[in-house]
Every structure is written in structure tokens, then in C-alpha cells.
């Protein structure tokens, strides 16, 4: 069993930005792939951006050269920086895994993007 609890979301001017940080239980966390996703009312849940064990990283093309995910696989945390936000980055954030088959997730945090 994988535990995922996020943290760092908020109100945020347009322009602004802010770090999300997951972290995750289990011995093993630096073989997992880590990703994060987002969803809107109304919308499917969407990849915002994954890392791999190696460090390799995959961006959604709306974040590319906005968003940056990290990992610290001694503290058994992933990081999301988000810089330059805009009303549309809008959304609660979710931390995710697949362990084995079984997807896991966080249980969410809101990001506001608004003046």
C-alpha cells in the first residue's frame, strides 16, 4: 500500500507561482514513477507532468517550460515548481503512482490562479 499526501496549493496572482510537494510511504519509492495530474469541474483528469526512477521527466505541452517536477528520493518526495501560472493552470492537483498495477492517488490540492 502507497500513501500520497500533498501539499503547497493556494491563491496565486496570474504571473505568480508556486511549489507542490507529494510526499509518499513505502521503502521502495525511488523505483516508483511519479506524476502529477490536475482536474476541473466538468473535466477528465489530465497528466500535468511525470518522472521516472532515472530522473527522466514528461511534461503536458500546456506546462512545458513553465512547470518543472522533481523528485528526492531520500525523503520520499516529488515536487512540482509551477512558475509564470495562468487562470487556465486553475484546478486541484494530484499526486499519483502505479505500484504493482494498482494506481494511487493523493487526496488532491486546490491551486487558484486569479487576480
Known amino acids: 500500500q502507497v500513501q500520497l499526501v500533498e501539499s503547497g496549493g493556494g491563491l496565486v496572482q496570474p504571473g505568480g507561482s508556486l511549489k507542490l510537494s507529494c510526499a509518499a510511504s513505502?521503502?521502495?519509492?525511488?523505483?516508483?514513477?511519479m506524476n502529477w495530474y490536475r482536474q476541473t469541474p466538468g473535466k477528465q483528469r489530465e497528466l500535468v507532468a511525470g518522472i521516472i526512477s532515472g530522473g527522466s521527466t514528461n511534461y503536458a505541452d500546456s506546462v512545458k517550460g513553465r512547470f518543472t517536477i522533481s523528485r528526492d528520493n531520500a525523503r520520499n518526495t516529488v515536487a512540482l515548481q509551477m512558475n509564470s501560472l495562468k487562470a487556465e493552470d486553475t484546478a486541484v492537483y494530484y499526486c499519483n503512482t502505479r505500484v504493482s498495477g494498482v494506481m494511487y492517488w493523493g487526496q488532491g490540492t486546490q491551486v487558484t490562479v486569479s487576480s
Open positions: 513505502g521503502s521502495i519509492f525511488r523505483f516508483y514513477a
